[in-house]
């Protein structure tokens, strides 16, 4: 399996220009998260989708982010416009509902980060 | 509100030099403890995932073990190879809107040969 795949690696661009993050999650999986990783905050949650259906979005900071998951094998973050304040490497994730031993739980597959700098 | 801190933030050992990394968490209910190892420049890698008080888990040099209240990973007889930021996170139970992991800001971790 190839993985999660993020496009694009590293995006530069300026203050008020609209920027969109793209995901592919790993194919089977039914849940996939969106995080943002900075060094002040480290990991934090933007948003997550179960079944292609948005669930939390709390961790959205404000209108500016917006995230679509129109089918099971695609997703995209946008924000418009764009601040220096979002620059961070942001991070999508895949999951199944996993077994053992009769006790469920996640196991939350990363890829490799879109690194965003706006000036 | 899930909280999860780990210690220390950074950490030097000698090659061969046995440690342990400290995570505390509060939960409101433990579904899963997480542990991630993260290479500069790349995404959090899966390790292990541990479920219940007393539960270990080994892979190579690497050993998680979980408490009510805490997670320590043990690092054995380290290598170079092994310098990394380990990041460890929570997942409380409860409904599907719980699912989301929260993590610890994590130990970066350097093995000088």
């Known amino acids: 399996d190839a993985g999660v795949i993020q496009s694009p690696r590293h995006e530069v661009t300026e203050m008020g220009q609209e920027v969109t993050l793209r995901c592919k999650p790993i194919s089977g999986h039914n849940s996939l998260f969106w995080y943002r990783q900075t060094m002040m905050r480290g990991l934090e949650l933007l948003i997550y989708f179960n079944n292609n259906v948005p669930i939390d979005d709390s961790g959205m900071p404000e209108d500016r982010f917006s995230a679509k998951m129109p089918n099971a094998s695609f997703s995209t973050l946008k924000i418009q416009p764009s601040e220096p304040r979002d620059s961070a490497v942001y991070f999508c994730a895949s999951s199944t509902r996993a077994t053992r031993g009769g006790r469920p739980g996640d196991t939350q597959y990363f890829g490799p980060g879109t690194r965003l700098t706006v000036l | 509100e899930d909280q999860v801190t780990q210690s220390p933030e950074a950490l030097r050992l000698q090659e061969g030099e046995s440690s342990s990394l400290n995570c505390s968490y509060t939960?409101?209910?433990?579904?899963?403890l997480f542990w991630y190892r993260q290479d500069p420049g790349k995404g959090p890698e899966f390790l292990f995932t541990l479920y219940s008080a007393g539960e270990e888990k080994e892979k190579e040099r690497l050993k998680a073990t979980l408490t009510k209240k805490e997670s320590f990973l043990h690092i054995t007889a380290p290598k170079p190879e092994d310098s990394a930021t380990y990041l460890c996170a929570v997942q409380a139970k409860g409904d599907t809107g719980r699912r989301a992991l929260t993590f610890g800001s994590g130990t970066r971790l350097q093995v000088q040969p």
């Open positions: 939960v409101s209910g433990l579904r899963g």
